[in-house]
């Protein structure tokens, strides 16, 4: 069954820095492009970064230089760094795989950037 479970969230000041992490579980990770959407309050979820079986990735624009998406294939794990983060990017962040057609998601990690 797949799984995935994401970690890191918390709150930091504006400026700071944090890194997410989503284990995954239930399908041969290294096959699968992994990604991560964010969720703002009152907002639709959007797409924030992806990356390919052999390292490619994407950013949304808004995310450029600030984020970096990773992944280790021996753990099973993705990540995003994130650097000089504002509030704006305040939200639920999620990942997101799609095995044999059908999407699964996290649960969520909570990231709030205050002062």
């Known amino acids: 069954q797949v799984q995935l479970v994401e970690s890191g969230g918390g709150l930091v000041q504006p400026g700071g820095s944090l890194r997410l992490s989503c284990a995954a579980s239930?399908?041969?990770?290294?096959?699968?492009?992994m990604r991560w959407y964010r969720q703002a309050p009152g907002k639709e979820r959007e797409s924030v970064a992806s990356i390919g079986l052999y390292g490619i990735t994407y950013y949304a624009d808004s995310m450029k230089g600030r984020f970096t998406i990773s992944r280790d294939n021996g753990k099973n794990t993705v990540y995003l760094q994130m650097n000089s983060l504002k509030p704006e990017d305040t939200a639920v962040y999620y990942c997101k795989t799609r095995v044999e057609s059908r999407d699964y998601w996290g649960q969520g990690t909570q990231v709030t950037v205050s002062s």
């Open positions: 239930g399908f041969t990770f290294s096959n699968y492009v």
